[in-house]
């Protein structure tokens, strides 16, 4: 469950659509209870709705900002990326 105070721009939620989650592209309030929410599909269709707060329990925020982060162990990387190289050396 999320506020609608936790919609923001480039942040994935699910709820909206029931077979998938969308990336929220704009947010515009209507006083402090409703909300348009522009967002776009996987598919790449933008499409909005608009949300109350009786909406709010059907709604969660997956990932805020970008789904992928560079937070990996860099030490393991460079090591698995040393035996592929040395696996692939008879290519």
Known sequence: ??????????????????????????????????????????????????????DEPRIGVVELGRPWSFDGDGTLFRLVSEAQRIRLAHL
């Open 1 to 54: 469950m999320a506020q609608l105070e936790d919609l923001k721009p480039n942040a994935s939620v699910r709820g909206i659509l029931p077979d998938g989650l969308v990336t929220v592209v704009s947010v515009h309030w209507h006083g402090s209870a409703a909300l348009e929410l522009t967002y776009k599909t996987p598919e790449g269709k933008v499409a909005n709705e608009l949300l109350y707060r009786h």
